[in-house]
């Protein structure tokens, strides 16, 4: 007898109609017992009116008097399939073919579905290589039974051949008695977002379900997740919330909510902005993201220029697509790309990830080679700017089952994911593993800190550009925290990198560096940084300025610098200021001066050709003369070789 009580929770939500199959089926009833002719036609009338347990009494009743009524089989498999109960399906299929394997030959094909949901590849394999011998089937079914055969193949190989996986539970800080899904983290890891699925207490809002979907928030200290807390209004409704992504820099939450008073479809996108320990009311973002289909599960890349999202809209290659949508330069988002046939199948592709290395994508699929459900697959961004051919993630992460979303660090040394446990009560919880290492993403560390005034030293909200010198590509666009001045950056290892801070009223901030290492909450990149108010007399030392070596010729990694003081001076036009030119004390003074002179030179002549006018620009050059260091180290004569421009009016 099959479980009953997981079998009605899952049949109290489909539609069933009189079974396909039968009108497959050739000919005449087989059997001439008038009991079990009239029995079966109970059954099917009692599954036309979705009484399944009804149906499968008189299905049973049809069996005791005739054993070898092989339709009953049939039938009762399909009534089975279509509500996942694939054990029984199989096994009614496997009845069927023992009494005539001859009499329907689909029966292979229908078997070996629910053998492949089941995991036992083997006998799906010899059902689907009995079933393609037949003469007498479409060509359709054929089509389907290679790729299937082929998906037998793929998982044999698989298990013979399991890639590393050990996942731990996150502990009861995290997981309850409830379902925990759709884990989120941010990129220092010290912040985890996810949903939690629980019978609904308040009476009022039954006609929304009985069970809400609400957002919990943990947060780690001394390496251990605290409990975690309901995330509060004004994110969390009584309505559903949920397949939510938390921007890198846990700054911006990107959620999903169905049957909003401003929906445009059934679920839209939101976006929610945190502003200290408190979140802004959640806006949609619109069209022509949101549109009257089912827009889902958003993922952020981390520049905060491009969602990634699941849809089932116009357009699609298969039932589901992910799609793809980028930030203009109005925080509008542009018409939305479906990610191609590199992605897509004609099957489902859901809850893409994007990591913080912004080159690769992981996604759940049931349309490329897997182990027979949703398996989670991942991609890479080749140097042409295109998605590579995705790769099967592997046994024993990928199963039979569905797998339907998982995170990676910002390290990218783990995975984070949701499974149900193995015992009755099905329950779903948090884990997390060490992902192997063909499967990682580029290794991301981080930077935190917070942005200050200078001269007061109050906390301010500010703009980040991280940018990678060798391409100009930006990496990461962020923002500090309107209230505590807080920022967390995702930054690539081994990239040389350009960092620019800015905020209206105040000199923007200039760095470079590579780092090489990444770090851990117990020793993380610090960098607290300060900006000047723009006034008189204030200068800013313009670290992203390159030249030829004992030359006065722009690099093309200065352009992005050149960019950020441009703009500065066509939003302020009452400054004017000086460019200032400085080297180390090597070589005689007489050169050092006239180097540095035409260093300067050239930014201004940049300035000038890009609209500034000359009347608010000067240019001096002054050798060795204004160090910021010593130089009798490597260290002091590179911070002393700069340029930097100076406040000489602000009107």
Not at 142 to 150: E, S, T, V
Not at 431 to 451: H, S
């Amino acid at each position: 007898m099959y479980k009953r009580k997981r079998f009605f929770g899952i049949c109290l939500f489909l539609f069933f109609a009189i079974p396909s199959i039968v009108g497959q089926i050739p000919g005449e009833l087989t059997t001439t017992n008038n009991r079990a002719k009239k029995a079966f036609e109970e059954a099917l009338q009692k599954y036309n009116l979705r009484d399944v347990e009804g149906a499968y009494q008189s299905f049973q009743d049809a069996i005791r008097h005739d054993p070898d009524f092989i339709e009953v089989y049939i039938v009762m498999g399909e009534m089975f399939q279509s509500i996942n109960e694939h054990q029984m399906a199989a096994e009614s299929f496997a009845s069927a073919i023992e009494i005539d394997p001859d009499f329907f030959p689909n029966l292979f094909f229908y078997a070996s579905e629910s053998l492949l949901a089941l995991g036992e590849y083997q006998q799906a394999d010899d059902y689907l290589k009995r079933f393609v011998t037949f003469d007498n089937i479409s060509e359709n079914m054929r089509k389907m039974a290679a790729f299937n055969l082929k998906r037998c193949d793929f998982a044999l190989e698989a298990i013979a051949n399991p890639v590393p996986f050990d996942p731990q539970n996150l502990g009861s800080n995290i997981n309850s008695q409830f379902d925990e899904y759709a884990p989120t983290l941010t990129a220092d890891e010290q912040m985890l977002i996810f949903t939690r699925k629980m019978p609904r207490q308040d009476r009022e809002n039954v006609h929304l379900g009985r069970e809400t979907e609400d957002f919990y928030i943990s947060r780690k200290a001394d390496g251990e997740w605290m409990p975690a807390e309901n995330l509060g209004e004004p994110i969390n409704t009584p309505g559903n919330e949920g397949a939510q992504s938390i921007s890198a820099d846990g700054m911006y939450l990107y959620f999903t909510a169905c049957s909003r008073s401003d929906g445009h479809g059934s679920c839209d996108i939101y976006v929610a902005t945190r502003q200290g320990d408190r979140w802004a009311n959640p806006v949609n973002i619109g069209s022509p993201v949101n549109t009257s289909s089912w827009e889902s599960q958003p993922s952020i890349s981390p520049d905060g220029r491009t969602l990634y999202f699941t849809s089932n809209r116009n357009g699609n290659t298969g039932r589901m697509d992910i799609w793809m949508s980028m930030r203009k330069r109005d925080n509008t988002w542009s018409e939305p790309l479906n990610m191609g046939k590199v992605i897509n199948t004609t099957g489902k592709e859901m809850s893409p990830f994007i990591h913080p290395d912004n080159r690769t994508l992981y996604f759940a699929s049931n349309g490329h080679m897997g182990m027979g459900g949703m398996d989670i697959f991942y991609t890479t961004k080749g140097d042409d700017g295109k998605w590579q051919k995705p790769k099967n993630l592997g046994y024993p992460i990928n199963t039979h089952a569905d797998e339907i979303s998982l995170v990676v660090s910002a390290s990218g040394n783990y995975a984070y994911f949701a499974s149900e446990q193995n015992d009755d009560t099905k329950r779903t919880d948090l884990f997390f593993f060490e992902l192997y290492e063909e499967a990682r993403p580029a290794p991301v560390t981080y930077m935190k800190g917070f942005v200050y005034d200078a001269q007061n030293r109050d906390r301010l909200g500010a703009r980040f550009e991280l940018i990678d010198l060798r391409s100009g590509e930006t990496l990461v666009k962020s923002d500090s925290d309107q209230r505590t001045g807080e920022f967390l950056v995702p930054i690539p290892l081994s990239t040389d990198l350009a960092l620019n801070v800015s905020a209206d009223g105040y000199l923007f901030f200039s760095e470079n560096f590579s780092f090489e290492d990444a770090r851990t909450d117990a020793d993380p990149h610090l960098y607290d940084i300060p900006l000047h108010p723009i006034r008189e007399g204030e200068s800013v030392v313009l670290r992203n300025i390159f030249f030829e070596t004992d030359s006065h010729t722009l690099m093309s990694e200065s352009l992005s610098e050149l960019e950020r003081l441009l703009t500065l001076l066509e939003e302020n036009k009452g400054i004017s200021i000086e460019i200032g030119g400085h080297t180390d004390n090597t070589g005689s003074f007489d050169y050092n001066k006239q180097l540095s002179e035409n260093r300067a030179l050239s930014v201004y002549n940049y300035l000038v050709e890009n609209g500034i006018d000359e009347d608010r620009l000067s240019y001096q050059g002054y050798a060795d003369t204004v160090p910021l260091m010593d130089n009798d180290t490597e260290k002091g004569k590179a911070r002393n070789r700069r340029t930097e421009f100076k406040v000489i009016t602000n009107l």
